[in-house]
């Protein structure tokens, strides 16, 4: 490689990172209550969960590394007890950025076997995640945590937003964390590429729904706290997508004519579920492509 490209690539990846840091300078992390211990905390990236109480900290996800100092100053504000352990619900960055400053401050690290594995894999940027970033515990089917009086169930939903994804239940609070398996009142982004499915996702929900009542509070993957009735409505806005893009799918509609095809999705669009990340476009073409796969 030629020095004055080696000095391009150098200062593209020092202004790309200043750029980086430098979006989060803004960012302020709101801590919403949700039961006499557990808490939402929100920034740039996916809800944080936290439960505080006399054995420790328990967090859920971290968002990106360049916010872990206020996001750790936040829970500072709820309690002087030590980070004790963080459960990933899935492996993007938004969610596992902070990994290696939660574990420096104390913290083990908790996920799905496939989260562990696609956190070992190359990075975007060619790089690899440092060991402290990766989860020390990790587990297949669910597993049960006691901490600060209460059991928290967490258990793997299959190849939904991702292959590795994880919902957690707060027993005692009766607070549901969902991970991306539920973005509230927005389309999700179901990672193809990383073994998530349309079919999947439904039935994430549907397990999600199976162990909550009309009083849980729900720290959803993206968007405001929630409650059972608006995770129904997600659901069935999930379950009539599909079906209406299955039929096209039957009747031989091709990808392009689904694609841009805006009567699939338009009660929902009309409600503003495609002002998110995912437009109306992407989802319909995300739901093509994943019914597609599993009808071949």
Request: charged share 25%; no cysteine; proline share 2%.
């Amino acid at each position: 490689m030629k020095s004055s490209q080696y000095i391009l690539i150098i200062l593209f990846l020092f202004s790309t990172s200043i750029y980086a840091q430098g979006r989060f300078d803004k960012v302020e992390i709101k801590t919403t209550q949700l039961s006499e211990h557990t808490y939402m905390l929100e920034g740039a990236g996916g809800n944080i969960g936290v439960s505080v109480g006399e054995d420790g900290v328990f967090i859920i996800d971290d968002q990106f590394a360049p916010l872990s100092e206020k996001i750790l100053t936040a829970i500072k504000a709820l309690t002087d007890k030590p980070l004790k352990y963080l459960v990933n619900t899935h492996h993007h960055g938004d969610h596992t950025g902070g990994n290696e400053n939660m574990a420096e401050a104390g913290a083990t690290i908790i996920a799905h076997d496939n989260v562990k594995k696609r956190l070992q894999d190359k990075q975007r940027d060619g790089s690899y995640r440092p060991e402290e970033a990766l989860p020390v515990i990790t587990f297949n089917d669910k597993l049960s945590i006691t901490i600060n009086d209460e059991s928290i169930a967490v258990f793997h939903v299959a190849n939904a937003h991702t292959d590795g994804d994880a919902i957690l239940y707060f027993t005692e609070s009766n607070v549901l964390h969902t991970g991306d398996t539920y973005f509230n009142g927005r389309y999700p982004y179901i990672d193809l590429d990383s073994g998530g499915s349309v079919n999947g996702y439904i039935e994430a929900a549907k397990r999600g729904l199976m162990v909550i009542d009309e009083d849980t509070k729900i720290i959803p993957g993206h968007g405001k706290v929630s409650n059972k009735e608006e995770y129904k409505d997600f659901l069935t806005m999930l379950e009539t997508i599909r079906d209406k893009v299955q039929k096209a799918i039957d009747n031989g509609k091709t990808e392009d004519e689904v694609k841009t095809d805006s009567s699939i999705t338009k009660t929902y669009d009309d409600l503003g579920y495609g002002t998110g990340y995912i437009n109306s476009e992407k989802m319909r073409l995300t739901f093509y492509k994943s019914l597609k796969e599993d009808k071949s």
